[in-house]
Nanobody
């Protein structure tokens, strides 16, 4: 079991930046990929970014590519999402997620563990 807790959300103006963090606990010594997802009001939850166990591979949704950067620090059991050039369309509840084992970087499935979410609101 892996427990995830997000933090770092808030209200920013368009063009601004935020850095989200996710603290993981539990079976953190076992391999697991991690990712960020988001859900805006009235919309389905969507993929944002993911990173492999080693941190050597990452993938991003087209809507955030070039603006967001995902990273992880296994020594501290943390995941981060640096969000730059934020747009009002980025407004959503952002979730941290984990998937045990190894996956292809083109595979976006298998996320079994989820955090509670942290709200990001971007004003225009």
């Amino acid at each position: 079991q892996v427990q995830l807790v997000e933090s770092g959300g808030g209200l920013v103006q368009a063009g601004g930046s935020l850095r989200l963090s996710c603290a993981a606990s539990g079976r953190t010594s076992s391999p697991y990929g991690m990712g960020w997802f988001r859900q805006a009001p009235g919309k389905e939850r969507e993929f944002v970014a993911q990173i492999s166990w080693s941190g050597s591979s990452a993938a991003y949704a087209d809507s955030v590519k070039g603006r967001f950067t995902i990273s992880r620090d296994n020594a501290n059991n943390t995941l981060a999402l640096q969000m730059n050039s934020l747009k009002p369309e980025d407004t959503a509840l952002y979730y941290c997620a984990a998937r045990p084992g190894y996956y292809s970087n083109t595979d976006f499935s298998g996320y079994n563990y989820w955090g509670q979410g942290t709200q990001v609101t971007v004003s225009s």
